[in-house]
């Protein structure tokens, strides 16, 4: 008997292979093709290159030697990358001395298959893998997703921001937070209803999470009408375009086309701190930081940006510009 879902071809999971092999990455790549969307990297950088891309892959087939970068450096740099950080890590290798291997499972891989590799058992890993990682996806979006913007939560932010923090003192990188607050909500509630307070609320989540868009980029709901913009290696300039990005989201004639009258009642205030945490201050000094410039005009009436003037954990803390 014939099924519709017979007709729809069954949507399969990514993965990644990196070897510098060409021969080895044609037979991984035929070998594997049946069972998974794959797509392959001669080299670190390839594969740093195509991770920055969308979408990510749910696992990846990583050899040891490579010819640029070795597989144990880029497996690093991969598990210090917050946005990359849960893919399932599978080695491949011709060496099998145990420090190697154990080396590996610190770094956090997953797996860890010698060469060459017999490809049902190389399946039947990656099925495994992936679907330990989606189950985790799944929880985890439980815990620590808004339900009504469907944006990481307060919980899932500072989780973050502390990770941000020390991986960004690690390298040398500015560490920058915005935070927005939304003006006219309650007005909304009151006069048009809690469902369209609900709508519009989803409206602008979904309409300001596209000014956050590099991979590294979080942008949270934190309560209270309040949402946080957490940027890694952002300078105070960068910071600054960010904020002017959002305002002028608010003052576009088409911002929340599909909630036009809501929209007339809506504007926000908008701080920004940029820290350098190789140099000192805290994760509590740049939210304190930030808070008190979110709070410092009680009773805005138009979208006003307010930035501090000078890099945390450099200079200290200076009066506000706004």
Known sequence: MYSVTDSVEQELHRIMIVDDSASELTIYANSLAANFAVTVADSADKAWELLNRSPLPDAIVLDIMLSDIDGIALCDR?????YFSDIPIIFLSALDEPNIKSQAFELGAADFV??????????????????????????ESLIFIDPLTHLPNEVKFHEVLKQEWSRCARYWHHLSLLMIRVH?????????GVDEYYAVTASIADDLCSVGARPGDLFAS????????????????GALLKAKQISER????????????????????????????????????????????????????RTMIHGHTNLLGIEGISNFAS
């Not at 929209?263 to 740049?286: D, R, W």
């Open 78 to 82: 991969i598990k210090e990358t917050r």
């Open 114 to 139: 010698s060469k060459p590799p017999v490809m049902s058992e190389l399946t039947a890993r990656l099925n495994r893998h992936i679907a330990q990682y989606h189950k985790t996806k799944r929880l």
């Open 222 to 237: 934190i309560g209270d009408n309040t949402f946080a913009l957490l940027l890694s290696d952002c300078s105070t300039e």
């Open 250 to 301: 608010f003052e576009h004639p088409h911002f929340m086309v599909n909630h036009e009258t809501s929209a007339k009642h809506l504007y926000c205030s908008i701080a920004y701190t940029v820290a350098a945490p190789a140099g000192g201050s805290s994760v509590n000094e740049i939210m304190k930081t930030t808070e008190d410039l979110l709070l410092s005009e009680t009773t805005p009436e």
């Open 184 to 192: 006219g909500l309650e007005r909304v509630k009151e006069h048009f």
